[in-house]
């Protein structure tokens, strides 16, 4: 362990905090994590995790309900960062720009410091393709752009309704020229005058993770925005996936402290120590099909897996963050005009 990540599992140590409470993932997920990190962190300090957790939807809850009465059973909560509003910020420790977590910034990918929480998964709703409709040595998709250029690029397409749609008015935005750094405010008139022109090449709104598989192993479509993990997954089935980085919207999962904390001292610690492990990253993210903010895992990863990671860091600059005081202010009004839309 380095110096400072001693220094902070000492002051929990001095403090008599014994163990720490995590909200984290369940079923395989959860126990991915607690092989790769919370046994190793429990053996390295002494200090036991316990683990609960559930979906992000009900832990929020859940966490709501607890601070409401004064007594917050947990001391680190995992979330995706779309959940970073004022209303679940207020609930969590501000870390500012991590000082206190050295090996978040001496780690981590840019932007890994979160300021309510350092970032854990990684990943994007990348463009994915079927290169046995696009092979190699042809002309590929590579651009939200390409997406939309149905006479270059023929075939059915699918694109997500899972309740974040803002991730297809990105997609629509670059594809009709706006330039990465002047997407936000989105402009949603523009974007939905887009997204008009594609629907009827949409045959697949896809509405979970393993629909947006399937429709790939049945070939019902040719290319398709989907969760880079699910991409990765159906690559290593064995289906020639090409898979582009370029404008794929953030989708994250961070790790935060509580506000109310038991155990804030082990929570801090707990949070620096995954970043010390880039060896434990790389194999969690094969076993997962996923990534992590610990951009050290890199060196560790297969040849094969080197140049498509997210970490590597030309494809970390094209991805697309969610500015989170838009989506705050916006939610609500693009979620029942994208509702109308879509049935229409």
């Known amino acids: 362990m380095a110096a400072p990540l001693d220094e902070l599992v000492e002051r929990a140590h001095q403090a008599g905090e014994r163990q720490v409470v995590v909200a984290g993932g ?11 990190f919370y046994l190793p962190f429990t053996e390295a300090t002494g200090i036991e995790v316990v683990a609960t957790g559930g979906g992000y939807g009900e832990k929020l809850a859940k966490l709501k309900a607890m601070a409401s009465v004064g007594r917050v059973e947990w001391d680190v909560i995992t979330l ?90 990105i997609a629509a935005l670059e594809a009709d020229g706006v330039s990465r750094d002047a997407l936000f405010p989105l402009d949603i008139d523009r974007a939905f005058h887009k997204l008009d022109e594609i629907k009827p090449h949409v045959t697949v709104w896809w509405k979970s993770g393993d629909q947006s598989q399937q429709i790939f192993r049945t070939r ?56 010390t492990r880039p060896k434990a990253h790389a194999e969690f993210a094969a076993e997962s099909f996923g990534s992590t903010a610990q951009r050290g895992a890199l060196d560790f990863l297969p040849a094969g897996a080197k140049a498509s990671s997210v970490l590597q860091p030309a494809n970390w600059s094209n991805i697309v963050r969610v500015d989170r005081e838009w989506l705050a202010a916006n939610r609500e009004k693009v979620l029942q005009r994208w509702s109308t839309w879509i049935a229409s």
């Open 80 to 169: 995706s960062i779309d959940a970073l509003a004022p209303d679940v910020t207020g609930l969590l420790r501000d870390l500012g720009d991590c000082a206190s977590l050295p090996d978040v910034a001496g780690q981590g990918v840019d932007g890994s410091c979160l300021r309510e929480g350092v970032l854990f998964d990684i990943g994007g709703g990348v463009l994915a393709f079927d290169k046995r409709s696009f092979p190699e040595g042809q002309a590929q998709p590579a651009s939200w752009a390409d997406f939309w250029d149905v006479k270059a690029f023929p075939g059915p397409r699918a694109l997500p309704n899972i309740g974040n749609p803002w991730w297809a008015l």
């Open 220 to 275: 019902e479509v040719v290319m398709a925005m989907l969760f880079s993990g699910r991409a990765f997954r159906l690559r290593g089935e064995g289906i020639p996936m090409g898979i582009s980085w370029n404008g794929a919207p953030l989708d994250a999962a961070f790790w935060a402290v509580t506000k109310a904390a038991q155990h804030p001292n082990a929570a801090l610690a707990l949070l620096d120590f995954i970043y």
């Open 26 to 36: 369940t079923g395989a997920y959860g126990d991915l994590v607690r092989k790769h």
